[in-house]
């Protein structure tokens, strides 16, 4: 569009922003982000003496209202602005078409992680006037003025827009290191939406940007160094998330405890649920490397009821993986001994990898998941597909020739939403690696089905007692043990077993085949989309007899008969979370329970034949198959709640043989 400077301001201008995020959970326990990243932006405008007394800032459009009826609510746009992310890329563009469709004139901005880092989306979409680079409030504040009052956007750094003939043009690329920007929330730029029947989760952000270099994200491509946000403003946040009653904080730290004042930011949260009660969650993402200090905030944050996880990230354990994507990790040695220092203080951790990564092979992938529970990582491993996000290195032309990575672009669906959740038929799309110079595409489908594998049935519990003895007594790697596991499934496809790994191949080649996302549906879970790993523990617990049965007789085929044999199955059965009591007893002859707490404390000890009764009183019993789904599966699978290993038990020994 061409502006004309000459024109001044006469009167308000109505401004909108729109950040349609994701709704979670269903029913009447639908959950939304505080719209954070636009909150930030329309605050540092607000503080602008020229912009608020010429713009009238309108209520923020925070989830997917359908896009009629946002066209609708809209009189005399001037501008609306939109937050574009993968998660809400094709609303935007979708909502941002039919708005200048209706208003022709009114300037449509888009900014965010998903657009081009030049004017490409310019040439692409016609009906977006302008772009906003990397941190969003200079840049928006400086292009309203100059549209606002005859300026030049070409005078405005990190925008690109459309020159008289209609050329895409970027300006110059100014780092920002602005710290002392209004808050969103103490500013009352949510006082509105506060009005709304939602509960809303908290974003707090006491530092921006990011010292790592990962290809894999976008994080490198804004160009920032670290900035600390005045102390006084997070903890005045905090102070209003806890007057407004909010349950779940994230911090949007990419590298909580990089810095010595994070401990006093922990401290002020664990003070503020012990005097009022909120937040109830706090969730962080640690830096690497400071060991000593990460566990210390990690213990505070457990002590405190604040989380129950902590996590210990890797992506990948390949030394060529590591080396293509530019991120280095902790040693293994110093991995076993932090996981060895949070099992003895019973303290939950979950790693996270990469399937899909260039330098990754099926081999090197299922030996570097098996090297998690080797180094002690028996309860939750996080598995995540390779997403080529827009803006990061791994997404540049050069960076995918130099690697043969190949994509397919799947339909994104949010884990633990209801389909009909969303309040529109537009279909958001991710490109995730299917290939690369060392993985091929039934390779990743192989790598998939492992990991889900390994996921659903030892993190899980329902296989890990099972799978540790295994390792123990008869040296049988883990990785041995879920192969062949997963191998002889598939050749009995009328079995339970068979069954199951029909359904979990048959979801990951869907993927490929871009026959469905990496959610589905499964029967009474209340209409909820689940992980493939999720998939297959619960289909498998549904089928819990005959699964355990059908497991012990593979066992025996595979590895013989042993004398604890039948005892050990009865003990790997009983110590899964059970649907109805809230105080279960567990008897064997066999000492397991000590058995496997010297594993995890790594100082094993032979099993001793000993008659022990356990009584475990439930901290979080469930009623349902889908109250277990919700609250064990989702909620509390990362805080070891599938079993009773996170339960108080009360060891008994009846008599020795």
């Known amino acids: 569009m061409v502006i004309d400077k000459t024109a001044l301001c006469p009167e308000k201008k109505n401004i909108w922003f729109i950040q349609a995020n994701g709704t979670y959970g269903s029913g009447d326990r639908k959950t939304v982000y505080f719209p954070y990243a636009v909150g930030c932006i329309q605050a540092y405008c607000m503080q602008d003496e020229t912009i608020a007394a010429h713009c009238r800032f309108q209520k923020i459009v925070y989830y997917r209202m359908p896009v009629a009826q946002l066209v609708a609510s809209m009189e005399d746009p001037y501008m609306v602005l939109f937050s574009c992310s993968v998660w809400n890329a094709e609303y935007d563009k979708t909502a941002a078409a039919a708005i200048k469709e209706r208003f022709p004139?009114?300037?449509?901005?888009?900014?965010?992680?998903?657009?081009?880092?030049?004017?490409?989306?310019?040439?692409?979409?016609?009906?977006?006037?302008?772009?906003?680079?990397?941190?969003?409030?200079?840049?928006?504040?400086?292009?309203?003025?100059?549209?606002?009052?005859?300026?030049?956007?070409?005078?405005?750094?990190?925008?690109?827009?459309?020159?008289?003939?209609?050329?895409?043009?970027?300006?110059?690329?100014?780092?920002?290191?602005?710290?002392?920007?209004?808050?969103?929330?103490?500013?009352?730029?949510?006082?509105?939406?506060?009005?709304?029947?939602?509960?809303?989760?908290?974003?707090?952000?006491?530092?921006?940007?990011?010292?790592?270099?990962?290809?894999?994200?976008?994080?490198?491509?804004?160009?920032?160094?670290?900035?600390?946000?005045?102390?006084?403003?997070?903890?005045?946040?905090?102070?209003?998330?806890?007057?407004?009653?909010?349950?779940?904080?994230?911090?949007?730290?990419?590298?909580?405890?990089?810095?010595?004042?994070?401990?006093?930011?922990?401290?002020?949260?664990?003070?503020?649920?012990?005097n009022y009660g909120y937040p109830k969650v706090f969730r962080v993402f640690f830096t690497k490397n400071k060991f000593d200090f990460v566990f210390d905030i990690g213990k505070k944050l457990v002590e405190n009821g604040l989380e129950r996880a902590m996590t210990i990230s890797f992506q990948s354990v390949s030394a060529e993986v590591l080396e293509n994507i530019g991120r280095r990790n902790i040693s293994t040695e110093d991995f076993r001994k932090l996981m060895l220092r949070y099992n003895e203080n019973q303290i939950s951790t979950y790693s996270e990898l990469i399937v899909g990564l260039p330098g990754e092979t099926y081999g090197s992938f299922c030996d570097g998941l098996c090297a998690m529970l080797e180094n002690g990582q028996h309860y939750a491993v996080s598995v995540y597909p390779c997403e080529l996000l827009p803006n990061s290195e791994m997404g540049q032309p050069w960076y995918i020739e130099k690697y043969k990575i190949k994509t397919r672009r799947i339909p994104f669906q949010a884990i633990h939403t209801t389909p009909d959740a969303q309040e529109d038929d537009i279909t958001e799309y991710g490109d995730y690696v299917v290939s690369t110079y060392s993985m091929d595409e039934n390779d990743w489908i192989r790598s998939l089905v492992f990991s889900n594998y390994v996921q659903a049935l030892h993190n899980m519990g329902l296989l890990r007692a099972v799978a540790i003895w295994c390792r123990y007594e008869l040296n049988v790697p883990y990785e041995t043990f879920y192969r062949d596991l997963i191998d002889d499934s598939r050749n009995q496809p009328e079995?339970?077993?068979?069954?199951?790994?029909?359904?979990?191949?048959?979801?990951?080649?869907g993927v490929l085949e871009q026959k469905n996302a990496f959610t589905a549906q499964i029967p009474d879970t209340e209409g909820l989309l689940w992980g493939f790993d999720e998939i297959l523990f619960l289909e498998a617990y549904r089928s819990f007899a005959a699964f355990y049965n059908e497991v012990n007789a593979w066992f025996s085929s595979r590895f013989g008969r042993f004398a604890a044999l039948d005892a050990l199955f009865a003990y790997q059965r009983d110590i899964v979370k059970k649907i109805g009591p809230e105080t279960v007893v567990i008897e064997s002859d066999y000492d397991f329970y000590s058995y496997f707490n010297q594993i995890y404390k790594n100082e094993p000890l032979p099993l001793e034949k000993k008659r022990i009764r356990l009584t475990v009183e439930d901290p979080a019993p469930v009623s349902s198959f889908a109250q277990l789904a919700r609250e064990t599966v989702w909620y509390g699978r990362n805080r070891r709640e599938t079993d009773y290993s996170s339960s108080h038990y009360t060891p008994e020994t009846e008599f020795e043989f």
């Open 105 to 274: 004139d009114c300037v449509i901005v888009f900014g965010g992680h998903s657009i081009s880092s030049d004017g490409a989306f310019l040439e692409r979409f016609p009906y977006i006037d302008f772009l906003v680079h990397r941190f969003g409030e200079e840049p928006t504040a400086g292009l309203l003025k100059a549209l606002l009052f005859g300026g030049d956007p070409a005078e405005v750094p990190n925008i690109s827009y459309r020159d008289g003939d209609g050329k895409a043009v970027t300006t110059a690329y100014e780092q920002q290191t602005g710290t002392d920007y209004p808050s969103p929330y103490l500013s009352g730029v949510f006082d509105d939406i506060l009005q709304d029947d939602i509960s809303f989760s908290g974003l707090l952000e006491s530092n921006r940007g990011c010292p790592n270099h990962c290809s894999f994200c976008d994080w490198s491509s804004l160009k920032s160094r670290v900035r600390l946000f005045p102390m006084e403003r997070v903890k005045a946040e905090i102070d209003w998330f806890v007057r407004h009653k909010i349950e779940f904080v994230y911090c949007a730290d990419a590298n909580f405890c990089l810095f010595s004042r994070d401990a006093e930011i922990m401290d002020y949260v664990a003070k503020s649920k012990k």
């Open 495 to 509: 079995s339970v077993l068979g069954r199951l790994y029909q359904t979990v191949y048959g979801l990951c080649r």
